[in-house]
């Protein structure tokens, strides 16, 4: 007879629970939830109400005042990770926030919202102002701080969340649908900053000398970044333009500028397409990615004008080590809408032998990936891009290109004689040789 198991760990008391889920990180804290109902029970939120009497600006104010105590309490309560669902009442609705701590000052808010049925209070516009900063000491202590479902009614708590955690470290902002403002300003502390799908958001303007990582996936908007020296990881995933119309070309080279000096930063591909239209030529900016060693672009599709968009782009990426080029055909389309060129020639104008002689020497670029091209649709796009690349680069080791089914080739070069211009699939191969005098291959990696 099968010796019956019995989990000894899960039928401890529940504060030895609590006690060994303390040493863990909050990440790895949430998944012993999965492991028994025992264990599911440490992470069943409190729920905690909290009221804020009368209407108007007063009410609001206070509602925010509450709301940061009733927090500020939560971190400083048993030292473990911990789940408390904690209820408001706003003048504009009802909020709920379901507040998540870990033992390492970490705190993921998620909120979630009930509209008051009468229009008065729906339309109602809450003009706090800057609230003054509360001594909260549990607050200011906060190191990762998790943002997600703000909206308009709850943006007060989340600017005054952020004036009082002065030590935050990382703060991620998610999906916070009529959140239509961030500021972070004089923050010295702050080193990892991400937003993520926030599609109202019309202004973020960052001011954090201490940034290291910024990440913003969404429409592209008017994101300001000032004393941004130290970042060296920038990601702008960008699904289209906040308002097509009203591209702010000049903007939006500000922007880049503010990132100049990172190492590693991806962006998509139809934003250089767009800067490119509008009259930019990288080259002959005031400004240079002088520290950029990894480039990664992603758009939906390659077509001629986005590949001599990055061919122009290349130029101001005078260090650049390795390069990896995406097609995700899962991303949504982005058109390119009509510009009037007025202060730059029309260089897409150009054919491509042309652009390809503007592109200055690559003499550090050693690595390049191509991902998702479809070899047999896209094989004179790829061509012309991978001619590109082993003209202009001295150093280069590797050129490696992975279709959608996940197959892969290395590139190679062949003297001139050999029967060259078509994609061959031959055995493994990832070879780069001389002489200079070359066409190149395609050889399948079996």
Same mark, same amino acid.
């Given at each position: 007879?099968?010796?019956?198991? /019995?989990?000894?760990?899960?039928?401890?008391?529940?504060?030895?629970?609590?006690?060994?889920?303390?040493?863990?990180?909050?990440?790895?804290?949430?998944?012993?939830?999965?492991?028994?109902?025992?264990?599911?029970?440490?992470?069943?939120?409190?729920?905690?109400?909290?009221?804020?009497?009368?209407?108007?600006?007063?009410?609001?104010?206070?509602?925010?005042?509450?709301?940061?105590?009733?927090?500020?309490?939560?971190?400083?309560?048993?030292?473990?990770?911990?789940?408390?669902?904690?209820?408001?009442?706003?003048?504009?609705?009802?909020?709920?926030?379901?507040?998540?701590?870990?033992?390492?000052?970490?705190?993921?808010?998620?909120?979630?919202?009930?509209?008051?049925?009468?229009?008065?209070?729906?339309?109602?516009?809450?003009?706090?102002?800057?609230?003054?900063?509360?001594?909260?000491?549990?607050?200011?202590?906060?190191?990762?701080?998790?943002?997600?479902?703000?909206?308009?009614?709850?943006?007060?708590?989340?600017?005054?969340?952020?004036?009082?955690?002065?030590?935050?470290?990382?703060?991620?902002?998610?999906?916070?649908?009529?959140?239509?403002?961030?500021?972070?300003?004089?923050?010295?502390?702050?080193?990892?900053?991400?937003?993520?799908?926030?599609?109202?958001?019309?202004?973020?303007?960052?001011?954090?000398?201490?940034?290291?990582?910024?990440?913003?996936?969404?429409?592209?908007?008017?994101?300001?970044?000032?004393?941004?020296?130290?970042?060296?990881?920038?990601?702008?995933?960008?699904?289209?333009?906040?308002?097509?119309?009203?591209?702010?070309?000049?903007?939006?080279?500000?922007?880049?500028?503010?990132?100049?000096?990172?190492?590693?930063?991806?962006?998509?591909?139809?934003?250089?397409?767009?800067?490119?239209?509008?009259?930019?030529?990288?080259?002959?900016?005031?400004?240079?990615?002088?520290?950029?060693?990894?480039?990664?672009?992603?758009?939906?599709?390659?077509?001629?004008?986005?590949?001599?968009?990055?061919?122009?782009?290349?130029?101001?990426?005078?260090?650049?080590?390795?390069?990896?080029?995406?097609?995700?055909?899962?991303?949504?389309?982005?058109?390119?809408?009509?510009?009037?060129?007025?202060?730059?020639?029309?260089?897409?104008?150009?054919?491509?032998?042309?652009?390809?002689?503007?592109?200055?020497?690559?003499?550090?670029?050693?690595?390049?990936?191509?991902?998702?091209?479809?070899?047999?649709?896209?094989?004179?796009?790829?061509?012309?891009?991978?001619?590109?690349l082993l003209v202009k680069t001295i150093v280069l080791k590797s050129i490696t290109?992975?279709?959608?089914?996940?197959?892969?080739?290395?590139? /190679?070069?062949?003297?001139?004689?050999?029967?060259?211009?078509?994609?061959?699939?031959?055995?493994?191969?990832?070879?780069?040789?001389?002489?200079?005098?070359?066409?190149?291959?395609?050889?399948?990696?079996?």
């Open positions: 007879m099968a010796q019956e198991y /019995v989990d000894l760990i899960s039928n401890l008391p529940q504060d030895i629970l609590q006690r060994i889920n303390s040493f863990l990180p909050l990440k790895e804290a949430v998944r012993t939830s999965l492991l028994s109902t025992q264990w599911r029970s440490l992470w069943s939120p409190t729920t905690v109400n909290h009221f804020a009497a009368g209407g108007g600006t007063t009410a609001a104010v206070n509602a925010v005042e509450d709301s940061l105590e009733a927090v500020n309490v939560f971190l400083g309560s048993y030292e473990s990770p911990e789940m408390r669902r904690l209820c408001f009442r706003f003048p504009e609705g009802d909020v709920t926030i379901v507040a998540t701590k870990g033992v390492d000052k970490e705190l993921h808010l998620n909120f979630s919202h009930s509209r008051k049925e009468d229009k008065r209070y729906y339309h109602m516009k809450m003009e706090l102002g800057n609230i003054t900063p509360i001594n909260i000491t549990n607050l200011s202590t906060l190191r990762t701080l998790h943002l997600r479902s703000v909206s308009s009614v709850t943006e007060d708590v989340a600017s005054s969340l952020l004036t009082n955690c002065q030590l935050l470290q990382s703060l991620k902002i998610e999906k916070c649908e009529g959140l239509k403002r961030i500021g972070i300003e004089k923050n010295e502390s702050l080193r990892n900053l991400l937003i993520l799908d926030c599609v109202d958001i019309e202004n973020v303007f960052v001011s954090a000398t201490g940034l290291r990582s910024f990440v913003y996936k969404g429409l592209l908007t008017q994101i300001h970044m000032k004393n941004a020296s130290n970042l060296v990881d920038a990601e702008l995933d960008l699904e289209g333009a906040f308002g097509n119309g009203d591209f702010d070309c000049e903007e939006v080279l500000s922007l880049l500028s503010s990132l100049k000096e990172v190492e590693t930063l991806a962006t998509s591909g139809w934003l250089l397409e767009w800067l490119c239209s509008a009259g930019v030529i990288f080259g002959r900016l005031e400004f240079q990615f002088y520290k950029l060693k990894q480039l990664r672009w992603v758009d939906s599709l390659m077509d001629n004008a986005k590949r001599d968009s990055l061919a122009c782009f290349l130029n101001s990426c005078p260090i650049l080590e390795k390069l990896f080029i995406t097609i995700d055909p899962s991303r949504s389309s982005v058109t390119c809408p009509y510009f009037h060129q007025h202060w730059h020639e029309p260089h897409l104008w150009m054919d491509f032998p042309t652009v390809k002689s503007n592109v200055l020497q690559l003499k550090y670029l050693k690595l390049v990936k191509f991902v998702g091209f479809t070899i047999d649709e896209e094989d004179r796009l790829l061509s012309s891009l991978v001619d590109l290109v992975t279709s959608h089914q996940n197959i892969s080739w290395g590139v /190679v070069k062949v003297p001139d004689k050999q029967p060259t211009r078509r994609w061959w699939n031959c055995r493994k191969g990832t070879v780069i040789t001389l002489p200079r005098n070359f066409s190149f291959a395609l050889l399948e990696d079996r």
